[in-house]
T-cell receptor, first 111, second 117 residues
């Protein structure tokens, strides 16, 4: 079983839609949960970061963590064409430095 | 403020040749990381420097890979000799420190796309 499972998509939605991106993980030692956005030919950029189970909101973005189910989600409200990118879930351990990435989901938001 | 820069942006080499990738972190960042993404796979951690010291090199695939960070500034990643399976995108990231850690945001460079023929 892979440590992180993420549907690669692509996911295509109309402008203004609510987007739901998800990852499951198997390693219960993961304590930090992140979402990165990566535009074509660019490096990943940290979008959201959470430590505990629950929700964290930042503008149009909401990150949700359910440790009991080992499931994390990213919701994008009022999606815009500029949100078209690859979204990567990522994890790390307490006291650790390396980041473990999912495969990434390609999102296309159509105007 | 300049971001993380990587050079070259693309490199195409023959199997058996040597390639050196360079990363310039954000000024003042003590922590420097190398990651790579091979075709169709996830981005994988290679190693982590704190200043000039290797903190964690558990992700280095084999002894054909050598990373250095002289003087705690820029870093180089040398692949010698290159094999076909080394093809992929090599990312460098940096974070402020002093010792990295989970709350220390890593800023990624645009990557070097390496193709081994």
């Amino acid at each position: 079983q892979k440590e992180v499972e993420q549907d690669p998509g692509p996911l295509s939605v109309p402008e203004g839609a609510i987007v739901s991106l998800n990852c499951t993980y198997s390693n219960s030692a993961f304590q930090y949960f992140m979402w990165y956005r990566q535009y074509s030919r660019k490096g990943p950029e940290l979008l959201m970061y959470t430590y505990s189970s629950g929700n964290k909101e930042d503008g149009r973005f909401t990150a949700q963590v359910d440790k009991s189910s080992k499931y994390i989600s990213l919701f994008i409200r009022d999606s815009q064409p500029s949100d078209s990118a690859t979204y990567l879930c990522a994890f790390s351990y307490t006291g650790g430095f390396k980041t473990i990435f999912g495969a990434g989901t390609r999102l296309f938001v159509k105007a | 403020e300049a971001g993380v820069t990587q050079f070259p942006s693309h490199s195409v080499i023959e199997k058996g040749q040597t390639v050196t990738l360079r990363c310039d972190p954000i000024s003042g960042h003590d922590n420097l990381y190398w990651y790579r993404r091979v075709m169709g796979k996830e981005i994988k951690f290679l190693l982590h420097f704190v200043k000039e010291s290797k903190q964690d090199e558990s992700g280095m695939p084999n002894n054909r890979f050598l990373a250095e960070r002289t003087g705690g500034t820029y870093s180089t990643l040398k692949v010698q000799p290159a094999e076909l399976e080394d093809s992929g995108v090599y990312f460098c990231a940096s974070s402020q420190g002093p010792s990295g850690g989970n709350t220390d945001t890593q800023y990624f460079g645009p990557g070097t796309r390496l193709t081994v023929l």
